[in-house]
């Protein structure tokens, strides 16, 4: 099992999976594999503001409460996903008619609530999502225009101070993105943002999402990513991890030579995550449990034409090659 080979190491970190609270009913075959083989477990998309805001100061609790339950139930490390993410604002925060100045106050109101709400139950925030775009500039969201470009430093400062009034002073706060390993005015642009963060004390970790890494970036691109977090002194989270062997849809099927060189891959990025110091591990997380539930195949968002079998179970919840994989990058 995954969680008990890591544990094991000399410096061992969490083993994550993000999930639905659908999938947590006592026995169901989500439950067993995480019981066995997670140590920490992230939402897919139950704890992000356009799921649990449905007005200025209303919230629906539900779904990420019996998640963050689940976890705190079952000794596994809960991490929250997302506080502020420019692709879940809710509907209302869109239409949001009152001044700049007011609107900030609502990301802050929101922030300091939710924060609250789950101090002491859940170990690390990622505060902002994707805040920077593939150009190396800031993304131009809602936050930004609304609330300027100290709006991140602004959102992990809430973070904190609503953290510290709850007693909650181990709070790991996370800035997350995806894509900086391969993309160098992206990845100097985060650095530089988190040096800001960094300066201001706002900031214990990245995440670097990980996704679509099959073809690219390679392995000592990844390496040199994550070694300038190691040299910022912050810990990092590999934090949704899979991979897409499908991208051009040239297959039907899940060929063995897709099968093989995915393994391969996971293997890799575990044997780099598992190189980190100990000072800067702290979770790799696989975004999803079974194939056929990932986000990637047939996604618009993701522009992907097809299947694929991007991840470490398959559709009858029966361990890949690419599970073989990861276990093999702990030797
Ligand atoms: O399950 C419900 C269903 O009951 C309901 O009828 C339906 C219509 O509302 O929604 C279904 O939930 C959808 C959920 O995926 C199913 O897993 C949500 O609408 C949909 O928004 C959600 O999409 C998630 C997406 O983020 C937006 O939150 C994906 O699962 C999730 O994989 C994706 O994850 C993002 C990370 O947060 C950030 N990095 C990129 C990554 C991929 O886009």
Not at 131 to 160: E, H
Request: with cysteine; hydrophobic share 40%.
């Amino acid at each position: 099992f995954l969680k008990v080979k890591v544990n094991k190491l000399a410096n061992p970190f969490f083993v994550g999976m993000a999930i639905k609270a659908s999938q947590l009913t006592n026995g169901s075959p989500y439950d067993v594999i995480l019981k066995n083989e997670f140590s920490s477990i992230s939402a897919e998309y139950e704890m992000k503001m356009d799921q649990i805001s449905t007005a200025s100061g209303v919230y629906n609790w539900a779904a990420a409460d019996k998640i963050v339950a689940y976890g705190n139930a079952n000794n596994i490390n809960v991490h929250g996903h997302a506080l502020v993410w420019h692709n879940a604002v809710p509907q209302w925060l869109k239409d949001f008619s009152g001044t700049d100045a007011e609107f900030a106050a609502e990301v802050k109101k929101y922030i300091t609530d939710v924060v609250t709400h789950y101090a002491g139950k859940v170990k690390s925030w990622d505060v902002v999502n994707e805040a920077v775009d593939d150009s190396g500039a800031m993304r131009n969201t809602i936050f930004l225009q609304r609330m300027g470009p100290n709006y991140v430093k602004d959102c992990f400062q809430w973070a904190r101070e609503a953290a510290n009034a709850a007693g909650d002073t181990s709070l790991l706060l996370f800035y997350n993105d995806y894509a900086t390993s391969a993309n160098t005015a992206k990845q100097d642009k985060v650095f530089s943002l988190l040096d800001d963060l960094k300066a201001a004390k706002a900031i214990d970790g990245v995440g670097f999402q990980m996704h679509n890494t099959y073809l690219s970036p390679t392995k000592a691109q990844i390496e040199a990513d994550l070694n300038k977090a190691v040299a910022k002194g912050l810990k990092i989270h590999v934090s949704e991890l899979d991979i897409q062997v499908n991208q051009f849809n040239d297959i039907s099927a899940f060929t063995n030579e897709r099968r093989l060189a995915q393994k391969a891959k996971y293997k890799e990025m575990v044997q780099i995550y598992n190189a980190l110091p100990a000072a800067n591990k702290y979770a790799l997380t696989i975004w999803g449990m079974r194939d056929n539930e990932s986000w990637i195949p047939f996604s618009t968002e993701l522009n992907h034409p097809g299947n694929d079998w991007p991840l470490l179970y398959d559709s009858n919840f029966a361990v890949k090659s690419s599970h073989t994989g990861f276990l093999e990058g702990l030797d």
